[in-house]
């Protein structure tokens, strides 16, 4: 079948939106875990390992991904060599919107610490897009006293949406000012009526709930859930190329770079010193899409660099 310029465009979207994975070459070797044997299609954990390790980084995949999501990464060598094991979890529903999904993540990371003798005091968690939004969902949870396996040490934020408030009204207002010829509306579309559905209503008609799903409410002066936040350790990603967005109609508040600068901003006021910002420019690019250009992408992440974040923040 001959590539035309509109299925491009429809691939590109949907690798922003995180609903296209291809595979990666197995960059490191690795082991997969199960929760149940007997299923080795979910509950699933890709462990890079080394014997006598007892610190871990895990690190979700986009809504879409799976445990074969981060193969192609060099993060996994990085901290193997620094005492520090390396995991991509994936359970079934990547979206993490349910609580009902961050309870069956929490069944596969305890299930690691089990088997492997990793010290709870001991593990990053974070993702990409949505996955950086279930390892702070899962967090919060955690921090509000829920019986959760970890309190992660510190968490990573890779271009997540984590005010759920300002992506709803950025997705509907971009729904308003584009037509069906734009490649991303498909993506705006499903979530806007996806949010309506799960939390009862639109953020006017129904805002606490929006809150209530969101890890920040940057309308709110305490920034809502953020300030659960304000002792953790955190390092978020973005790069806000509107260079890029604006031909596809999108503005700042239509774009994930919004949710980090917010969260990073409330946090030091609240007395988090310990909170990185990381603004990119010119790395998003997708090697899995023909090493398209695209700032929403795990591209952005000097993973070298991140390894030596973690390791800082895993001392013994």
Known sequence: MGSTASDAMVVLALACAGLLVTPAAHAQTAKDEYVDARNTSVDVARVWSRP????????????????????????????????????????????????????????????????????????????????????????????????????????????????????????????????????????????????????????????????????????????????YFRHMPMRLYSEPDMDFFVPYGYDYGSINASDQVSLAAIARAQGNADVSLVLTSGKGYRADLGNRRLPHSWSIVDEAELARWISAHLID
């Open 52 to 227: 006598g390790n007892h610190k871990l980084t895990i690190i979700l995949p986009p809504y879409g991904g799976d445990q074969t999501y981060y193969n192609a990464s060099k993060l996994p060598g990085y901290l193997v060599t620094r005492g520090i094991d390396f995991a991509v979890l994936f359970t079934e529903t990547t979206g993490y919107n349910q609580p009902a999904d961050l309870t069956r993540l929490d069944v596969l990371i305890a299930h690691l610490i089990s088997t492997h003798g990793y010290e709870t005091n001991k593990v990053v968690l974070g993702g990409f897009s949505a996955g950086g939004y279930g390892a702070f969902r899962y967090t919060l949870r955690k921090l509000r006293g829920d019986a959760l396996a970890i309190l992660p040490a510190a968490l990573i934020s890779v271009d997540a949406p984590l005010d759920i408030e300002r992506w709803y009204r950025g997705m509907n207002l971009f729904l308003q000012r584009t037509d069906d010829k734009n490649p991303f509306r498909g993506e705006s579309q499903y979530l806007t009526q996806m949010y309506r559905e799960l939390l009862g209503g639109t953020p006017d008609e129904k805002p606490e709930a929006y809150r209530e799903q969101s890890i920040l409410t940057a309308s709110l002066p305490d920034g809502g859930n953020a300030v």
